[in-house]
């Protein structure tokens, strides 16, 4: 059994993101860049599952600029067997959108037939939440989204899958193969060892071109200008709950 699973190349977590100068979007010049956090999620719940037997290999695979192969390299060092990089320059003018990467992705998986396919649920760039549904539904394979827990039974070529919902634990059964996304509590990554580093550096990443995938890329959506969000206004103290209701009914007008 073969579970493949994309990961996407985004500013740091802990980096303060900044606008460019001339508004056209987010500063990535010498700026600090990482796998996106969900992304670490389900590279390490692909891993476990591996480990426990219920997989023979894990690929990944992501969709971007030769700087992207850095992400490829962690998936790599933290324990995926070989990876797949699609090569896209991206245009901060024509952002790339998520119906173009699960497009992209679907060719991928069509190739690779894996029995699952398993996904952060969002990344923290554009916080879009979209590419893994709209995957499956291009698939047309069943999906299990915000995954907090994955039982795979290879013998009955099903997954079941534990989600968090408003009245507690959701849990559904997919027939393989299937697409997943991973929720924040699943599982705790872990960090990639100094000698799996330099392991990784031998594994084989596949890389290839859209038009080889017989994919076409292009957006219909055009940036026209990207703004910082407007500073708030200092809090301020009130003496009682008479002058609050004042502030709210006179000032605010919500009263």
Same mark, same amino acid.
């Given at each position: 059994?073969?579970?493949?699973?994309?990961?996407?190349?985004? !500013?740091?977590?802990?980096?303060?993101?900044?606008?460019?100068?001339?508004?056209?979007?987010?500063?990535?010049?010498?700026?600090?860049?990482?796998?996106? @956090?969900?992304?670490?999620?389900?590279?390490?719940?692909?891993?476990?599952?591996?480990?426990?037997?219920?997989?023979?290999? !894990?690929?990944?695979?992501?969709?971007?600029?030769?700087?992207?192969?850095?992400?490829?390299?962690?998936?790599?060092?933290?324990?995926?067997?070989?990876?797949? +990089?699609?090569? +896209?320059?991206?245009? @901060?003018?024509?952002?790339?959108?998520?119906?173009?990467?699960?497009?992209?992705?679907?060719?991928?998986?069509?190739?690779?037939?894996?029995?699952?396919?398993?996904?952060?649920?969002?990344?923290?760039?554009?916080?879009?939440?979209?590419?893994?549904?709209?995957?499956?539904?291009?698939?047309?394979? @069943?999906?299990?989204?915000?995954?907090?827990? !994955?039982?795979?039974?290879?013998?009955?070529?099903?997954?079941?899958?534990?989600?968090?919902?408003?009245?507690?634990?959701?849990?559904?059964?997919?027939?393989?193969?299937?697409?997943?996304?991973?929720?924040?509590?699943?599982?705790?990554?872990?960090?990639?060892?100094?000698?799996?580093?330099?392991?990784?550096?031998?594994?084989?990443?596949?890389?290839?071109?859209?038009?080889?995938?017989?994919?076409?890329?292009?957006?219909?959506?055009?940036?026209?200008?990207?703004?910082?969000?407007?500073?708030?206004?200092?809090?301020?103290?009130?003496?009682?709950?008479?002058?609050?209701?004042?502030?709210?009914?006179?000032?605010?007008? !919500?009263?």
């Amino acid at each position: 059994m073969k579970i493949l699973v994309a990961v996407k190349r985004v !500013v740091d977590y802990a980096v303060k993101v900044r606008v460019r100068p001339d508004r056209t979007g987010v500063e990535t010049a010498n700026i600090k860049m990482s796998m996106n @956090p969900f992304c670490e999620i389900a590279v390490e719940e692909a891993l476990r599952l591996r480990e426990a037997g219920a997989a023979a290999e !894990v690929v990944a695979a992501t969709v971007g600029p030769a700087q992207s192969a850095d992400t490829l390299r962690t998936a790599l060092a933290m324990g995926a067997d070989r990876a797949v +990089h699609v090569l +896209h320059d991206p245009d @901060p003018a024509r952002p790339f959108l998520p119906l173009a990467v699960a497009k992209i992705l679907r060719a991928v998986a069509l190739q690779e037939k894996p029995s699952l396919v398993i996904l952060g649920k969002q990344a923290i760039d554009d916080d879009c939440n979209q590419t893994g549904q709209m995957l499956a539904g291009l698939l047309q394979w @069943p999906q299990g989204t915000f995954a907090s827990k !994955v039982i795979l039974d290879t013998e009955k070529q099903k997954a079941t899958v534990e989600q968090e919902v408003d009245g507690g634990i959701e849990t559904i059964c997919l027939d393989l193969p299937a697409v997943i996304t991973t929720d924040l509590r699943l599982n705790q990554p872990r960090y990639a060892t100094l000698p799996n580093i330099m392991k990784a550096k031998s594994k084989v990443i596949k890389k290839i071109a859209p038009e080889d995938l017989g994919v076409d890329i292009r957006s219909d959506m055009e940036v026209i200008e990207v703004n910082e969000p407007p500073k708030r206004k200092a809090g301020v103290i009130l003496s009682s709950v008479d002058e609050l209701l004042d502030k709210l009914k006179n000032e605010a007008r !919500v009263l």
